[in-house]
């Protein structure tokens, strides 16, 4: 089963020093994301602070699901998404992305009280990653061994995307298959936390950048930077932003509605874009300070 998120139009606002500008965008196509349903609670994975868990749905596949009702609520779940579908726009490997229906009774027979409250909390459509089973985590010193280039586009993806959760302590990569996948992207965008003005952000430095686990390899990122923005056009952020389900964009009211929520977050991600020599020379100063 699918999920279909689609609108005929946006309307951008774009701005810079000289004034505003506004523009319709007519979207061409539709991005998909299959819709699966959890049969079974398997085992929480209790290393992440939103205690996501694996779990096995109508399709006879395991997944790791990540709760509506956990930590930052349906923010996370948007990060988690966004920043997925961003990463696999740019060429970069990550687990199949599902939004998973999930009823509050599945957590009826679980012993943990805690569990019980976060299923129930949790009730309705969720997001859940393709569990990896056999995955060994990636360590700080399997660094060395990666390309240039592709540790560049890494860096940048983190950096383009504001993604705190790649360092030697918590690389959130894994090898799978001889693969290395890249995972657990819900503390990206965490400009959605602060006010509802994200076109504020979008420009910053992102000073986090030199904690990155794979800042010592990073040697190309001028060349990743022409490489990757060009992966990025308008209509394929937008296809990504209009997966966001309109029941995670219910309720805040510093939107007229979840297509102007959606809109705000293509505006982000389109002026990052647009000046993402911003993030690129602070990578760039942070590893002169490394060496």
Not at 115 to 127: D, P, R, T, W, Y
Not at 134 to 146: E, P, Q, R, T, V
Request: charged content about 25%.
């Amino acid at each position: 089963m699918s999920r279909r998120q689609c609108h005929e139009t946006y309307l951008l606002v774009q701005c810079d020093k000289l004034g505003c500008i506004e523009r319709y965008v007519f979207l061409e196509k539709c991005m998909m994301l299959r819709t699966v349903t959890a049969t079974r609670y398997v085992t929480p994975l209790r290393e992440g602070g939103s205690l996501p868990a694996i779990v096995e749905a109508d399709d006879d596949g395991l997944y790791v699901l990540k709760f509506r009702g956990s930590g930052h609520g349906p923010k996370a779940l948007i990060a988690e998404l966004v920043a997925g579908e961003v990463a696999r726009a740019l060429g970069l490997p990550v687990p199949e992305i599902v939004f998973m229906e999930l009823d509050p009774v599945l957590g009826r027979t679980e012993p943990d009280f805690e569990i019980q409250e976060l299923v129930k909390a949790s009730a309705g459509l969720n997001l859940a990653l393709d569990f990896l089973p056999g995955a060994l985590a990636f360590d700080a010193l399997d660094a060395i061994g990666l390309e240039p280039m592709f540790a560049s586009s890494i860096l940048w993806f983190d950096a383009y995307v504001t993604n705190v959760d790649r360092t030697p302590r918590n690389t959130n990569m894994l090898w799978w298959h001889r693969r290395l996948m890249l995972i657990d992207h819900g503390s990206t965008l965490y400009f959605h936390h602060v006010n509802s003005n994200y076109i504020e952000r979008s420009r910053i430095a992102f000073s986090p950048i030199k904690n990155h686990v794979l800042l010592p390899v990073a040697t190309a990122l001028p060349e990743a930077d022409r490489h990757l923005k060009a992966k990025l056009p308008t209509a394929v952020l937008q296809d990504i932003v209009n997966l966001i389900p309109d029941s995670w964009l219910d309720g805040d009211s510093s939107f007229l509605d979840p297509v102007a929520h959606r809109v705000a977050y293509l505006d982000y991600l389109l002026d990052r874009l647009a000046h993402s020599d911003i993030f690129v020379e602070e990578a760039l100063r942070a590893r002169e300070q490394l060496v």
